[in-house]
């Protein structure tokens, strides 16, 4: 059965998403100097404050540009009134001496559909109605719309030109609608004088709308533009759907089982999947309110294709539904490896994921290696892809699959005859059948674009040679080529290629000003056009993009088929965008376009643009600035091409706050990208400006000096980070006294300082002051307590003090069993550490079972093959082999070594402490083959990934010449032995205990020898 889920004549809903369309109704010959000044002056300005607030403001002035005889055609009263749908609930009307244009019955006859859509047009007609009463009535007066935001204008007598050519009637029928609005609840400005007292009007009316609809203190996040894409994707798919029950069943049934692994919807493009997730997911919540459903789609724009946008938007997603404190990771590595984590902290209801045409991902299929093999058992997830590469690397993973079938021609036949009636239209049987009959008609796209292209064709006596004709196409693609055809008939090749190429080469898609602008369309021709294609392109958040890929596929074969034209199509929107003022829309589409153009230099030119830096420089976008550079190679250096451009703007700007600000920023993004020694060049300069220009004791200073001490710690320079973190600790004590969350964080920060130092009476006072702040402003059960007793535990673990930190560890565990549940993953690093106080304090037991627990947690929420679970196997088997159960520590440490050699590789440091504990293990079992062939793999893997001057490279070697020494090869220990006393000597001085111990070795294997 077909279910119109979407009336498709209804207007479209603003108020659901970022995007204010206001539609400008007035007559065409005596107001030109108004609409003028409104188009020229005003609208931009309104245009700014709403993108500051993250919507797209789009006026429609369709007399702008228009002569009256250009107007005065059949279409026009059509793509007037759909337009005023399309901007509903905004509508602006300016009345001046004129009454305006009548259209005849022969005007409006001339658009085979105007009548159907809108009966009530006739009558007009009838009455002689001007075409900007026809606006009004439509807009204000003809239905119920308590949302309904209009206002008017009417120009003052005195400005206004003669009446002196209008007839009688028109003079009288302009007084009554001027009287009638008068007498509505519609707000009216009377004795407008000039352009501009109307352009200050229009300017706080429209303000006063923005304000109502989209005030200050709800401006649209990143995340709720990014939800505002896919819902409308979603929604657009809703339009026309076959309903057949038993692919609902299917999908809800998956989704209430319990476990099991993905499905994944499969079938030939076009054949229906979008829309019956759509369909389902709108259902579903309908019938579920509350339910945690996420939708993404990949490809419909073409930022849409990176599978590190997906993994922020999930983890965005799950930070907001929890509230939870922790940082979205920002580098591609820290994403991918993070987001098994991210996924497990949705817990106590299911997470129910789909994404669709996960075929459409950029990149090698390869890439699906972040897409986790196993899910934990409360997520769902539901992907639909074609046949691709990205399909056989799913199947390979044996995920349940669901395939949806071509329509029968019972259902084509139901589709043709329900949609053409949705129109008030109709075919004859025998059309019907010869629609139905063909093959291609099976797919639903297919026939949904032949029935809209029949739909606005117009000569019925020539309706059997239009359907041979679209049937004659071999395929989709080939009828969309057909579509573009027509469409430079109707209007001209010249408008359509540009319209095409430039939303074809958008990233996010366009506004319909920036179409405007960049075309140089006429705004009437521009929206007949777009009225012509609108179900074949989706809006979201104000701006245009294609609604599926056959479109942007037959524009490339028709327009862009050469490497050459596709890179100018990308270079002709980037110097588009060069030329505006820096806004949301500039930074996610100016460089893009230049990296697909291929103008490298002209990308790095932008991208170190320091107010274009500072607006990528976001915890959405970080992951795209640095994958810029990557893009770039290694032509440019970063640091020389910040430096002069920072340079640049301190003679700009000549204000060192700003500057300051700015270096911090670069300072973070250089440390970020892993240059360490840059970072903290500019960390410090921005501290000096800070300390200089704003003193000490401000928040800004503050976090200078905890971003610079930060750094520090990550370098291992703990003496520069110690005095800096405790002079930040000062200042916050200073400025919130000294019992404050944000002096409790940095007591913390100043404690682990002083324990990564292994000063740990110094840790020791500062975790305990950081603790009891906690306990008292956050209370006893709060997640940061949690974390100050685990690191209190810690501490004490490391004192030798185990019952205190038994007793602390235990502490953190009970908390975070009662604020996130047990089996969460953030409870793992407590259960760790208290399992390495029952292994030291030889309770072999009860720190077995705690590690079996810490691996059941690992295996349960990111299943048998993920490092974690290696790390959690690894713990165990080294106690296994403490225990002396050296054949169950050998199967543990083996699965590890196997887990870690699959997804970490051969030559990573975690694979070689894994080599190191088997070859420990062999040589005490006495197979010395064994150990050898194991203790060369890890200290090869540890001179490989570690190098050759690094304490646990100089273990294994002594590890290794102990081993030979016991295996009775004590001249082939000679050499490892002065190997590792070489390397601790240099690293670690002559005091140190394990230097001691290499030298104690080496003068026996020496004295050995003699």
Known sequence: MVTMTTPLNSPSKQDTTPEIRVFISSTFQDLQPEREYLVKKVFPGLRKICRDRGIELTEIDLRWGVTAEEAEQGKVVKV????????????????????????????????????????????????????????????????????????FYFRSDDSSTSQSNEPPDAIQKLSELKERIRSSQMAFRENIASPEILGQAVREDMIEFINLTFPLNKIPSPLEKERFIHNAFMQAHRRVYINIPEQFKTITNYVEESGGSPLVLTGESGCGKSALLANWAADYITANPNAFIITHNIGITSTG?????????????????????????????????????????????????????????NGAPEQLRWLPEYLPPYIRLIVSAVESPELDILRSRNWREFKLL????????????????????????????????????????????????????????HLDRQITLYLTAEDTSDLFLKVLERLEIDFSVDLVRKVAESLWAARRGLSETELLEIT?????????????????????????????????????????????????????????????????????????????????????????????????????????????????????????????????????????????????????????????DSAESLLRR???????????????????????????????NYTDAESLLHTALLIAENMYGTHHPIVAGNLNEMGMVHFAKGDYAAAEPLLKRSLNIRSMILGRNHPFVAQSWNNMGLLHLKQGDLDTAEEQCSRAIEIQKTTIGEGHPDSASALSNLAMIYRLKTLYERAEAMYRELLALWEAILGNNHPETANAL?????????????????????????????????????????????????????????????????????????????PETAQSLHAFAEFLVEKGDISAAATPVFQAYSIRLRLEGDKHPDTIKSQHLFEAITEGLK
């Open 874 to 950: 690894h713990d165990l088997g080294e106690l296994l082999y403490e225990k002396g159960d050296y054949s169950q520590a050998e199967d543990v440490l083996r699965r590890s070594l196997s887990i870690r050699e699959r997804t970490l590789g051969t030559e990573h440091p975690a694979t070689a402490n894994t080599l190191q504990a088997l070859a420990e293990l062999y040589s005490r079992v006495e197979r010395f083959d064994d150990a050898e062939h194991y203790f060369r793999r890890a200290i090869a893997t540890r001179q490989m990934s570690l190098g050759m001057d690094h």
């Open 80 to 151: 007037c009134l759909e337009e005023i749908d399309r901007c509903r609930p905004f509508f602006i009307g300016i009345l001046g001496s004129r009454y305006g244009w009548s259209p005849s019955l022969d005007d409006i006859t001339k658009d085979v559909e105007l009548i159907g859509k809108y009966p009530w047009i006739e009558q007009a007609i009838a009455e002689n109605r001007s075409l900007t009463d026809i606006e009004i009535m439509h807009a204000v007066f003809l239905r119920e719309n308590p949302n309904l935001r209009a206002s």
């Open 520 to 676: 140089q369309a006429r705004r009437m021709e521009l929206s007949a056009l777009l009225v012509a294609l609108e179900h074949h392109l989706l809006r979201r958040a104000g701006l245009l993009s294609f609604f599926h890929q056959y479109l942007r596929q037959a524009i490339e074969q028709r327009y862009l088929s050469d490497i050459s034209d596709r890179n100018n199509a990308h270079l002709r929107l980037a110097r588009y965008f060069e030329t505006i003022d820096m806004s949301p829309r500039k930074t996610e589409e100016l460089p893009w376009q230049l990296l697909r153009a291929g103008e490298h230099r002209l990308l790095v030119d932008t991208i170190t643009d320091i107010p274009m830096f500072l607006a990528l420089h976001t915890d959405k976008k970080r992951h795209e600035l640095l994958g810029y550079w990557l893009s770039v190679g290694y032509d440019f250096r970063m640091l020389d091409e910040y430096r002069d451009k920072i340079a640049k703007y301190e003679l700009e700007i000549n204000n060192p706050i700003e500057l300051s600000a700015a270096l911090g920023e670069l300072g973070e993004f250089f440390k970020l990208s892993g240059d360490y």
């Open 406 to 461: 071509p329509l029968n021609k019972k259902e084509r036949e139901s589709l043709v005859k329900e949609f053409l009636a949705s129109f008030g239209k109709s075919l004859s049987l025998r059309q019907r059948q010869t629609i139905a009959a063909d093959d291609k008609s099976s797919n639903p796209l297919f026939l949904r674009t032949l029935l809209e292209e029949l739909r606005v064709f117009g000569l019925f006596e």
């Open 686 to 716: 921005s501290l000096m400006l800070r300390n200089k220009h704003l003193g000490p004791i401000v928040q800004e200073t503050l976090d200078s000096l905890n971003r610079l001490g930060s750094l520090l710690v990550e370098k291992g």
């Open 305 to 361: 294709n990176d599978h590190l946008d997906f993994i922020w938007r999930i983890c965005s997603e799950i930070k907001q539904r929890y509230s939870l404190p922790d940082e979205i990771p920002a580098t591609a590595e820290q994403l991918e490896a993070k987001f098994p984590i991210w996924l497990a902290r949705a817990r106590g209801e299911k997470l129910i994921i789909l994404i669709d045409a996960l075929d459409k991902l």
